[in-house]
């Protein structure tokens, strides 16, 4: 199916260093979004290492035998191994990490495959209803699993930014991969949660449902978070599937 897609980034309106990072391969093969943390130095260098590490990892075994799943993994864990070793060169960025969320677009397979670590999304709008497909690695996140916090508490828990997993960690042990279904009319939004701290889901799907081209939309939806207040870095991708008119 044929895809149109725009990325952007913003400091946002309180931080001095813009930590996130993304990728957007020219093909339209495959996107990356990378949300740093660490400190200055630290969270910029990890997720920009993050995101080249994964970038150079896909197109060199783009053409081999390997599975989108196996792929995604290893292209993860290349990042993961480049940021710990980065860490030991440079004991100042010790505490140096990332999230990453990837979707894969390969033209042997149906649908896309995507990966994530951390608590970047990936959103999925079709016809009026926008839905989240990762599932976060926050605290808040398991909590809300387990029936300890609401949905509500959890967007305002004072705990609500404390990662699970993140790239940068010996003990990183899940990288969520799945595969998920898309259809001509869907819009597909990779953020980092610089946007999903500032708007609503209802917020987010009015602005995907009524801009037409992806510029407009990325440039909309980090105008509007900035707007409410812009307390973080935000980073956006959307992707058109089908035609722009959908």
Request: hydrophobic letters at 40%; proline letters at 3%; glycine letters at 6%.
């Amino acid at each position: 199916m044929k895809r149109y897609f725009a990325g952007m980034t913003d400091t946002g309106n309180v931080r001095n260093v813009n930590q996130d990072a993304y990728y957007i391969d020219p093909e339209g093969r495959f996107f990356i979004v990378a949300d740093g943390m660490g400190g200055h130095a630290g969270g910029q260098e990890a997720s920009l290492m993050a995101t080249q590490t994964i970038k150079e990892y896909i197109l060199e075994h783009w053409d081999s035998s390997d599975q989108s799943p196996i792929l995604l993994k290893n292209a993860f864990v290349a990042a993961n191994n480049a940021i710990l070793k980065d860490q030991q060169k440079h004991p100042e960025r010790s505490d140096m990490g990332t999230t990453g969320v990837v979707a894969l677009f390969r033209e042997d397979e149906e649908n896309p495959w995507f990966a994530n670590v951390g608590d970047s999304r990936l959103y999925r709008l079709r016809g009026h209803q926008l839905q989240q497909i990762t599932e976060d690695q926050t605290w808040v996140a398991q909590a809300v699993k387990r029936n300890a916090l609401t949905p509500d508490e959890a967007r305002t828990h004072p705990w609500r930014h404390v990662l699970s997993q993140c790239l940068g960690r010996e003990d990183l042990a899940e990288i969520s991969i799945d595969q998920m279904d898309v259809q001509p009319g869907d819009r597909l939004l990779l953020c980092s949660d610089g946007l999903t701290e500032e708007l609503a889901d209802t917020i987010i799907a009015s602005n995907l449902k009524s801009i037409r081209a992806c510029e407009t939309a990325a440039t909309a939806l980090i105008k509007a978070a900035k707007d409410r207040e812009g307390r973080d870095n935000i980073t956006v991708i959307i992707i058109a599937v089908g035609s722009l008119d959908s």
